[in-house]
T-cell receptor
Framework: NAGVTQTPKFQVLKTGQSMTLQCAQD?????MYWYRQDPGMGLRLIYY???????DKGEVPNGYNVSRLNKREFSLRLESAAPSQTSVYFC????????????FGQGTRLTVV | SQQGEEDPQALSIQEGENATMNCSYK?????LQWYRQNSGRGLVHLIL?????REKHSGRLRVTLDTSKKSSSLLITASRAADTASYFC?????????????FGAGTRLAVHP
């Protein structure tokens, strides 16, 4: 039982490049989320998917897009990377977001140069 | 602005001592959760306390919740070097039709042998 799996673990991008961060969970959870973590800022919600087929913006959605491909997978896309998007990205899932325990992936450390 | 804010930002203690971290939040909640993050890793859920609960225990962890003061505390008793980590509180916030989990900036705990 892998829990929440994120790929890749590390990535370096040049400004203007695009990439997709992948996330998959094997716990049959309804809700999935993408957070970014910057030093001293805690975790900030980028996008979330309360259930399969729905996505919505969080606190800091600008510059990102998401796809809830199916119940298992929730991807985050950076269309044109900027240095301000240098961060650690975490995917998480839960049976019911906010009301139950959340399970986190190990994170993707992204550097945009 | 963030819903939850931890205090202190950093805490340094000796093994065997107790560690207390506090969390204050701004709006009404249904529940409050505490998470631990070891350096370079994802977050791990510790405890969830609901708004109608005042205290909860899990092993060496004790969490209290005072909804009148909009605050919570996490007590780690008889701390160990392995407790060295960052600790985050997270509160549910209902907006946009969904419940979201909003994190504070965290308390960095260092336990010295």
């Amino acid at each position: 039982n892998a829990g929440v799996t994120q790929t890749p673990k590390f990535q370096v991008l040049k400004t203007g490049q695009s990439m997709t961060l992948q996330c998959a969970q094997d716990m049959n959870h309804n809700s999935m989320y993408w957070y970014r973590q910057d030093p001293g800022m805690g975790l900030r919600l980028i996008y979330y998917s309360a259930s399969e087929g729905t996505t919505d913006k969080g606190e800091v959605p600008n510059g990102y897009n998401v796809s809830r491909l199916n119940k298992r997978e929730f991807s985050l896309r950076l269309e044109s990377a900027a240095p301000s998007q240098t961060s650690v990205y975490f995917c998480a899932s839960s049976e019911e977001w906010g009301n139950t325990e959340a399970f986190f992936g190990q994170g993707t450390r992204l550097t945009v140069v | 602005s963030q819903q939850g804010e931890e205090d202190p930002q950093a805490l340094s203690i000796q093994e065997g001592e107790n560690a207390t971290m506090n969390c204050s939040y701004k709006t009404s909640i249904n529940n409050l959760q505490w998470y631990r993050q070891n350096s370079g890793r994802g977050l791990v859920h510790l405890i969830l306390i609901r708004s109608n609960e005042r205290e909860k225990h899990s092993g060496r962890l004790r969490v209290t919740l005072d909804t009148s003061k909009k605050s919570s505390s996490l007590l780690i008793t008889a701390s160990r070097a392995a407790d060295t980590a960052s600790y985050f509180c997270a509160t549910d916030m209902f907006s946009g039709g969904y419940n979201k989990l909003i994190f504070g900036a965290g308390t960095r705990l260092a336990v010295h042998p």
